[in-house]
């Protein structure tokens, strides 16, 4: 039997997630708490094979240091992240963290989510691939990392010498970086882009 904890902060999601899954005969919701802080407790008192994130704009953050956390305290629980967020980034910090899988809303029909959960137990790593995000995220592959960073700390609205300190850049060097990203995009301001990314999920504040 695979024991699941479902974690999510909406209830309908969290009760979706949990009846797609109960319904497998070899699985077994142990747990379903709400904040991503819980998790790490949780697992730590429960031992479940595998966790599962339902990553919104508002605990992004919560699940990546959860997950870094479980990770180093029950490296043999896998962690599977779902979200509606199109936000190609929050793949490579994922990683970063051990999260074993990451599925998006769009291919997450039941028979995917039942899928993905087995192969992750099974000790399979499912992540989406260049053309799947393509599609997901227009501006998947464009940015680097550098920038990417600095797109989440403007859209937290962090200051100038905030970002600076953060990222050991110059204030010439952020502008540089900042001329960079609007050439790439086309976009004619840095608040123009931030709106539109998070209009459409491809930003998602860390």
Do not use: W
């Not at 709400?34 to 031992?47: H, M, S």
């Not at 499912?126 to 403007?154: H, S, W």
């Amino acid at each position: 039997m695979v024991h699941i904890v479902v974690i999510s902060r909406h209830n309908l999601i969290r009760r979706l997630l949990s009846d797609c899954l109960a319904a497998q005969k070899d699985f077994a919701v142990a747990a379903e708490p709400e904040r991503t802080e819980d998790a790490p407790g949780v697992c730590e008192k429960l031992r479940p094979d595998l966790l599962l994130f339902d990553l919104a704009l508002d605990n992004v953050r919560g699940a990546l240091s959860s997950s870094a956390a479980i990770k180093k305290s029950s490296p043999s629980a896998k962690i599977m992240f779902l979200t509606g967020l199109s936000d190609s980034s929050l793949i490579a910090d994922a990683r970063e963290r051990g999260v074993d899988s990451f599925l998006f809303y769009y291919n997450c029909m039941q028979e995917g989510l039942v899928t993905c959960a087995r192969g992750t137990t099974g000790g399979y790593q499912i992540y989406p691939n260049e053309e799947m995000l393509r599609q997901i995220d227009p501006f998947a592959g464009v940015f680097t990392r550098r920038e990417i960073k600095l797109l989440c700390m403007l859209c937290e609205s962090k200051s100038r010498e905030e970002i600076g300190a953060a990222l050991a850049l110059s204030p010439s060097s952020i502008k540089g970086c900042v001329s960079s990203i609007l050439n790439k995009t086309g976009y004619g301001s840095i608040s123009q882009l931030l709106s539109h990314m998070l209009s459409r999920g491809c930003l998602a504040p860390r």
